[in-house]
């Protein structure tokens, strides 16, 4: 069984996993997702469906849920650089409307949970960027929702290096606030 190192933060749930890598002349081996070792890491989830998208320095996708069909979500970068976020979107949590933010790369292998009732979105740092995620339930695009990436009682600091021009989606443009959503 893989080893992995689990790091919390002041968002209960959350988890960022730096998985073990083995590696010498050849390159390198990591499992990266062990049922076991994630159960023990208390992450019980049961995973339906593998994703992956490619996007190109500053792109900025999210923030994003699902109202009824929520997603818990294992997230990694296997090319390139992002700023990966997740908002707590629980009602009645502690920690409603705060943020958490992790950097993900192909290099440091890192990877993101995001349980259920989590916005996400992340930005891209890099020149390219290719993004992996494991999702607990299907897409169902009429139960979409989504906040404004900078919505400013959220207060993401996105990492954005001057002059980058960001490139969203129209839709990713016209989220409306969290306090709007009820």
């Not at 730096?18 to 070792?37: I, L, M, W």
């Not at 049961?46 to 109202?67: M, T």
């Not at 490139?167 to 989220?175: N, R, V």
Request: aromatic share 12%.
């Amino acid at each position: 069984m893989g080893k992995i190192t689990v790091e919390t933060c002041h968002i209960e749930g959350l988890k960022v996993i730096t998985p073990e890598v083995h590696g010498d002349s050849r390159g390198y081996f990591v499992e990266t997702y062990h049922k076991q070792a994630y159960t023990e890491a208390g992450i019980t989830d049961e995973f339906v469906q593998d994703n992956q998208s490619a996007s190109r320095k500053g792109v900025l996708r999210g923030l994003h849920f699902q109202i009824e069909h929520a997603q818990a979500k294992l997230v990694r970068v296997i090319s390139g650089e992002v700023f990966d976020v997740a908002v707590d979107m629980r009602k009645g949590s502690p920690t409603y409307g705060q943020w958490f933010g992790v950097l993900l790369s192909a290099e440091n292998m890192k990877q993101f949970y995001i349980p259920r009732d989590f916005a996400h979105g992340f930005l891209v740092l890099s020149e390219t960027a290719e993004f992996c995620y494991k999702v607990t339930d299907f897409y169902h695009p009429n139960d979409e929702g989504g906040v404004i990436y900078n919505d400013p009682d959220i207060g993401i600091e996105w990492p954005i290096p001057e002059g980058m021009e960001l490139i969203m989606s129209d839709k990713d443009t016209k989220w409306g606030q969290l306090k709007d959503l009820g």
